[in-house]
């Protein structure tokens, strides 16, 4: 069974650009959740994906956007970057049970963003 | 609002002692979820256990353990006879079942706490 995995693993960036990260959810789950960490702090929510369609979205801006794909794959994309946007951006993927709140999310090694 | 709430910051032992990560959670959800996962120094982020709300037997994992107490919001993890491998970063965290996007659909919105670096010294 294929985990969770993340491209690319580092990025430098500078500010005012667009950068764009990706998720490989593991095998048969179909619902994507992508979290922020910023050093020395726990992840926070930016938003989740189920079929194809943003499922719910945290406290971010609308420079935060993604997709998700037939394959149930995602890319999260974050435009204007800011100094603050440099984190550990972590993406999770669930099967839904019978329900989509208390599924159990698991994390692949996350995209370790720097913005200069 | 959901929170989670880990008081101890960083905690360091030795070798082969026992250690209890405290977890202390607020909601106003009847029914919820509490995990906790563990962060090496890679990154990932590795589940451990998930609780739900109606369940508060203590759970044994080997060498791993955890009291649930509704009475007092606590969600405690205790690792016996410590070992060097066991250190890494670990997170509480708490999913409710009042997360509605417009379309009246749950989601699942992970709530995490600050985490606790914990050192296992040889």
């Known amino acids: 069974e294929t985990g969770v995995t993340q491209s690319p693993t580092h990025l430098i960036k500078t500010r005012g650009q667009q950068v764009t990260l990706r998720c490989s959810s593991q095998?048969?789950?179909?619902?994507v959740s992508w979290y922020q960490q910023a050093l020395g702090q726990g992840p926070q929510f930016i938003f989740q994906?189920?079929?194809?369609?943003?499922?719910g979205r945290g406290n971010f801006p609308p420079r935060f956007s993604g997709l998700q794909f037939p394959n149930y794959s995602s890319e999260l994309n974050v435009n204007a970057l800011e100094l603050d946007d440099s984190a550990l951006y972590l993406c999770?993927?669930?099967?839904?049970?019978?329900?989509?709140?208390?599924?159990?999310?698991?994390f692949g090694p996350g995209t370790r963003l720097t913005v200069l | 609002a959901q929170k989670v709430t880990q008081a101890q910051t960083e905690i360091s032992v030795v070798e082969k002692e026992d250690v209890t990560l405290d977890c202390v959670y607020e909601?106003?959800?009847?029914?919820?979820?509490l995990f906790w996962y563990k962060q090496p120094p890679s990154g990932e982020l590795v589940f451990l256990i998930r609780?739900?709300?109606?369940?508060?037997q203590n759970e044994i994992s080997g060498r791993y353990s955890w009291n649930f107490q509704k009475s007092t919001s606590s969600f405690n993890f205790t690792i016996t006879a410590s070992q060097v491998v066991d250190s890494a970063v670990y997170f509480c965290?708490?999913?409710?079942?009042?997360?509605?996007?417009?379309?009246?659909?749950?989601?699942?919105?992970?709530?995490f706490g600050q985490g606790t670096i914990l050192t296992v010294h040889p």
């Open positions: 999770a993927s669930s099967h839904p049970g019978w329900g989509l709140s208390t599924d159990t999310q698991y």
């Open positions: 095998s048969g789950h179909n619902t």
């Open positions: 994906y189920y079929r194809e369609e943003e499922n």
């Open positions: 909601t106003r959800d009847t029914t919820y979820y």
């Open positions: 609780r739900n709300s109606f369940d508060e």
């Open positions: 965290a708490l999913s409710g079942d009042t997360e509605y996007n417009a379309g009246g659909t749950s989601y699942g919105k992970l709530t």
